[in-house]
């Protein structure tokens, strides 16, 4: 599976996310700007002793990480969607994407991919969960099923 984070704001939350990409054999893409250095001592903090375990991929715009990927099945998590995470069947190596911490995803890339949206249930009052827990929901619903392959 691959996480996109467009254009992460806080240094923790990508390192936990780094970290947990690491612990699923998951790709991790970072599309700039970046709202942090990637020597920032919280994120590597963040993501402890397993950087060496996890592919960095970054991207200097979404639309450059797109042309990448013109193949690529792409996810969008956006409190704005009204399907939720649960009711797509996710296919191997696909695109998780998610967006800024304090904005989420722009509404000209919701707007490119109106049928690729997605949501985490919650109650009306909530507005969003850490960005580093909604990547974990998603990403495990994803891999479990495609059955978890080589988990342990």
């Known amino acids: 599976m691959h996480v996109v984070l467009v254009e992460p704001e806080i240094p923790a939350n990508t390192g936990n996310i780094a970290r947990t990409c690491a612990a699923t054999g998951s790709t991790l893409h970072l599309v700039r700007p970046l709202g942090f250095s990637t020597d920032d001592k919280y ?35 956006t409190t704005k969607a009204s399907r939720w995470h649960t009711d797509v069947r996710y296919e191997p190596n696909s695109f998780l994407v998610f967006g800024p911490e304090t904005r989420g995803l722009s509404q000209e890339i919701r707007d490119a991919y109106k049928e690729s949206q997605i949501r985490i249930p919650m109650i009306s009052e909530a507005r969003s969960l850490n960005l580093g827990n909604s990547v974990s929901v998603v990403l495990y619903e994803a891999l479990r099923q495609q059955g978890f392959g080589g988990l342990k």
């Open 43 to 77: 994120l590597k903090r963040a993501g402890l002793d397993y950087w060496h375990l996890v592919e960095v991929i970054y991207h200097d715009s979404f639309w450059d990480f797109v042309a990448h990927y013109p193949h690529g099945r792409l996810y969008l998590s």
